[in-house]
Protein backbone atom coordinates (compact mmCIF):
# COMPACT_ATOMS: atom_id res chain seq x y z
CA UNK A 1 0.00 0.00 0.00
CA UNK A 2 1.18 3.48 -1.19
CA UNK A 3 0.86 5.56 1.54
CA UNK A 4 1.53 9.41 0.53
CA UNK A 5 3.93 11.24 3.06
CA UNK A 6 2.40 14.21 4.68
CA UNK A 7 4.96 17.29 4.68
CA UNK A 8 3.81 21.06 6.08
CA UNK A 9 1.23 22.47 7.26
CA UNK A 10 -2.12 22.89 5.36
CA UNK A 11 -3.80 26.21 4.30
CA UNK A 12 -6.37 26.02 7.43
CA UNK A 13 -3.87 25.44 9.71
CA UNK A 14 -1.57 28.15 8.89
CA UNK A 15 -4.78 30.26 9.21
CA UNK A 16 -5.42 29.40 12.68
CA UNK A 17 -1.92 29.80 13.86
CA UNK A 18 -2.06 33.51 12.36
CA UNK A 19 -5.51 34.24 13.81
CA UNK A 20 -4.22 33.16 17.56
CA UNK A 21 -1.02 34.65 17.85
CA UNK A 22 -2.91 37.87 16.46
CA UNK A 23 -5.53 37.52 18.91
CA UNK A 24 -2.49 37.41 21.33
CA UNK A 25 -0.61 40.27 20.02
CA UNK A 26 -4.01 42.52 20.41
CA UNK A 27 -4.39 41.55 23.99
CA UNK A 28 -0.23 41.86 24.82
CA UNK A 29 -0.10 44.86 23.53
CA UNK A 30 -2.98 46.26 25.06
CA UNK A 31 -1.25 45.39 28.67
CA UNK A 32 1.71 46.96 27.28
CA UNK A 33 0.24 50.62 26.78
CA UNK A 34 -1.85 49.97 30.14
CA UNK A 35 2.05 49.57 32.01
CA UNK A 36 3.36 52.86 30.12
CA UNK A 37 0.21 54.62 31.36
CA UNK A 38 1.01 52.87 34.99
CA UNK A 39 4.49 53.81 35.15
CA UNK A 40 4.12 57.42 34.04
CA UNK A 41 1.26 58.13 36.66
CA UNK A 42 3.91 56.69 38.95
CA UNK A 43 6.46 58.79 37.83
CA UNK A 44 4.40 61.65 39.06
CA UNK A 45 3.09 60.50 42.10
CA UNK A 46 7.06 60.32 42.92
CA UNK A 47 7.50 63.42 42.27
CA UNK A 48 4.44 64.62 44.28
CA UNK A 49 6.57 62.70 47.17
CA UNK A 50 9.56 64.48 46.73
CA UNK A 51 7.96 68.10 46.46
CA UNK A 52 6.36 67.23 49.62
CA UNK A 53 10.13 66.18 51.26
CA UNK A 54 11.50 69.37 50.23
CA UNK A 55 8.90 71.34 51.34
CA UNK A 56 8.92 69.26 54.27
CA UNK A 57 12.21 70.51 55.31
CA UNK A 58 11.57 74.23 53.57
CA UNK A 59 8.57 75.36 55.49
CA UNK A 60 9.81 75.19 59.29
CA UNK A 61 13.00 76.72 57.92
CA UNK A 62 10.87 79.94 56.45
CA UNK A 63 8.96 79.93 59.51
CA UNK A 64 12.11 80.23 61.63
CA UNK A 65 13.10 83.42 59.20
CA UNK A 66 9.49 84.98 59.86
CA UNK A 67 8.72 84.19 55.90
CA UNK A 68 5.39 82.45 55.94
CA UNK A 69 3.33 85.46 56.19
CA UNK A 70 5.61 86.75 53.14
CA UNK A 71 3.51 86.51 49.68
CA UNK A 72 5.63 85.72 46.47
CA UNK A 73 7.43 88.44 44.57
CA UNK A 74 5.92 90.18 41.90
CA UNK A 75 8.13 90.88 39.17
CA UNK A 76 5.37 93.80 37.32
CA UNK A 77 5.84 95.45 40.52
CA UNK A 78 9.25 97.31 41.02
CA UNK A 79 8.63 98.13 44.52
CA UNK A 80 8.09 94.80 45.65
CA UNK A 81 10.37 92.92 47.62
CA UNK A 82 12.16 89.72 46.95
CA UNK A 83 10.93 86.74 49.38
CA UNK A 84 13.83 84.29 49.11
CA UNK A 85 15.55 81.82 51.63
CA UNK A 86 19.49 80.99 51.25
CA UNK A 87 19.87 77.02 51.61
CA UNK A 88 23.33 75.10 50.30
CA UNK A 89 24.09 79.02 48.87
CA UNK A 90 21.15 78.81 46.58
CA UNK A 91 18.56 81.37 46.38
CA UNK A 92 14.80 79.55 46.98
CA UNK A 93 12.09 81.72 45.78
CA UNK A 94 9.19 81.53 48.07
CA UNK A 95 5.14 82.51 48.46
CA UNK A 96 4.08 82.25 52.20
CA UNK A 97 7.25 79.93 53.32
CA UNK A 98 6.46 77.55 50.58
CA UNK A 99 8.02 77.32 47.11
CA UNK A 100 6.95 79.48 44.73
CA UNK A 101 5.61 78.08 41.45
CA UNK A 102 9.20 78.76 39.47
CA UNK A 103 11.05 76.03 38.74
CA UNK A 104 14.17 77.79 37.39
CA UNK A 105 14.23 79.16 40.85
CA UNK A 106 12.91 76.96 43.01
CA UNK A 107 12.30 73.28 41.95
CA UNK A 108 15.28 72.93 40.12
CA UNK A 109 17.38 73.96 43.28
CA UNK A 110 14.99 71.47 45.70
CA UNK A 111 15.48 69.02 43.43
CA UNK A 112 18.22 67.08 42.02
CA UNK A 113 16.83 66.87 38.40
CA UNK A 114 17.02 68.54 35.23
CA UNK A 115 14.36 70.54 34.50
CA UNK A 116 13.62 71.75 30.98
CA UNK A 117 10.76 74.23 29.82
CA UNK A 118 8.75 72.24 27.36
CA UNK A 119 7.39 75.07 25.61
CA UNK A 120 10.96 76.60 24.66
CA UNK A 121 13.46 73.82 25.27
CA UNK A 122 11.72 70.67 23.93
CA UNK A 123 14.49 69.47 22.15
CA UNK A 124 16.78 69.40 25.42
CA UNK A 125 16.91 66.08 27.63
CA UNK A 126 15.53 66.25 30.71
CA UNK A 127 14.92 64.56 33.65
CA UNK A 128 11.61 66.45 33.54
CA UNK A 129 9.64 69.14 32.04
CA UNK A 130 7.52 72.03 33.04
CA UNK A 131 5.11 74.59 31.56
CA UNK A 132 3.70 77.70 33.03
CA UNK A 133 3.29 81.30 32.07
CA UNK A 134 4.97 84.41 33.67
CA UNK A 135 2.27 85.55 35.69
CA UNK A 136 0.57 82.13 36.63
CA UNK A 137 0.61 81.21 40.34
CA UNK A 138 1.07 77.31 39.08
CA UNK A 139 3.60 75.14 37.66
CA UNK A 140 2.90 71.64 35.50
CA UNK A 141 5.62 69.20 35.08
CA UNK A 142 5.52 66.23 32.77
CA UNK A 143 7.42 63.31 31.74
CA UNK A 144 9.80 62.58 29.26
CA UNK A 145 7.84 61.10 27.32
CA UNK A 146 3.97 63.13 27.81
CA UNK A 147 6.31 66.85 27.65
CA UNK A 148 3.72 68.77 26.99
CA UNK A 149 1.04 70.11 28.73
CA UNK A 150 -1.49 69.29 26.56
CA UNK A 151 -1.28 65.72 26.73
CA UNK A 152 -3.31 65.80 29.84
CA UNK A 153 -0.38 63.73 32.03
CA UNK A 154 0.85 65.97 34.32
CA UNK A 155 1.65 66.94 38.06
CA UNK A 156 -0.08 70.42 39.02
CA UNK A 157 1.73 72.43 41.46
CA UNK A 158 -0.08 75.59 42.80
CA UNK A 159 2.00 77.81 45.30
CA UNK A 160 0.37 79.33 48.77
CA UNK A 161 -1.88 81.58 48.04
CA UNK A 162 -2.31 82.57 51.60
CA UNK A 163 -0.55 82.37 54.99
CA UNK A 164 -3.42 80.13 55.78
CA UNK A 165 -4.02 78.20 51.89
CA UNK A 166 -0.95 75.95 51.28
CA UNK A 167 0.14 74.77 48.08
CA UNK A 168 -2.24 72.03 46.41
CA UNK A 169 -0.95 69.44 44.17
CA UNK A 170 -2.76 67.88 41.34
CA UNK A 171 -1.99 65.27 39.05
CA UNK A 172 -4.01 65.38 36.22
CA UNK A 173 -3.83 61.53 34.47
CA UNK A 174 -6.61 61.27 31.53
CA UNK A 175 -3.66 61.65 28.48
CA UNK A 176 -1.36 59.34 30.31
Known sequence: MNLMKKNGFTLIE??????VLAILSVIAASRFIELQSDARISSLK????????AMSVLYPKSVLQGLQNKPPE?????????????ID????HLAYGYPAADAAN???????AKFEDSQFHPERSA??????????NFIRFMTQTKKYSGDNCYLKYTQAASPTTPPVFEIVDSGC
Open 14 to 19: LVVVII
Open 46 to 53: GLQAEMHG
Open 74 to 86: DKNDPSSEENVII
Open 89 to 92: GQKI
Open 106 to 112: SWSKLIL
Open 127 to 136: DWYFHNNGGD
